[in-house]
């Protein structure tokens, strides 16, 4: 079985909506993200980096990193509607993608939400910069897969869905601006309402 260390609204409800529509189950073991648990000796153990989520294959092998966990996932799960077969070019896509949205979106989100780990200079002015540009990166990028969505959508690759739909969207709910995004919206109304894992994206996204 999974392992899946996480905490509510964190990287880890993208995997846990993944692992739900691939069908295979999976334990939770909550990190305290708001008690600083992540930076605990017994979790850096597991994840020297300090970052929720991690997770536990069934032979015991560790992965980090969100978008990762979610190729895997695919990968190893066909006939799911989880993503292209590798190898192919559908694939390549879904590659590019996920790793796109890695960079940029997650880690903008990263210098938005905690500016102050990205620059040695602690002034109010300094670390409200490195906020500002962590949230113009991620509008920017966010521009880039809006574009492609009215383009090509109503998915990340076009007519079919995959892992990288549920990557935006989470992505997606962590935007803490304004500016309209009317097709990843779209895109996110629609992951939420699965059957599958409505009850995931609530307990995670909700308010």
Known sequence: MFKLY???????????????????????????????????????????????????????????????????IADTNPGKDLGP??????????????????????EADLHYYYPARYTTDTTPSAVESVKAAGQDHMERAFGVLEDRLAANGPHVLGRDPSVADIYLAMLYEWYPG????????????SVAAQAAIETIWRENFAG
């Open 85 to 106: 077969a590798p190898g192919t070019s559908g694939h390549a896509q879904l590659m590019r993608w996920m790793v796109f949205m890695a960079i940029n979106l997650y």
């Open 6 to 72: 996480h905490h509510t609204g964190t990287g880890g409800a993208a995997v846990a909506a993944a692992l739900t529509l691939a069908g295979q189950p999976f334990e939770t073991v909550t990190v305290d993200t708001k008690t600083d648990e992540q930076f605990s000796d017994a979790y850096r153990k597991i994840n020297p980096w300090c970052q929720v989520p991690a997770l536990i294959l069934p032979d015991g092998t560790l992965m980090t990193e969100t978008s990762a966990m979610l190729i895997h």
């Open 178 to 189: 304004d500016r309209a995004y009317p097709h990843i919206a779209a895109l996110r109304d």
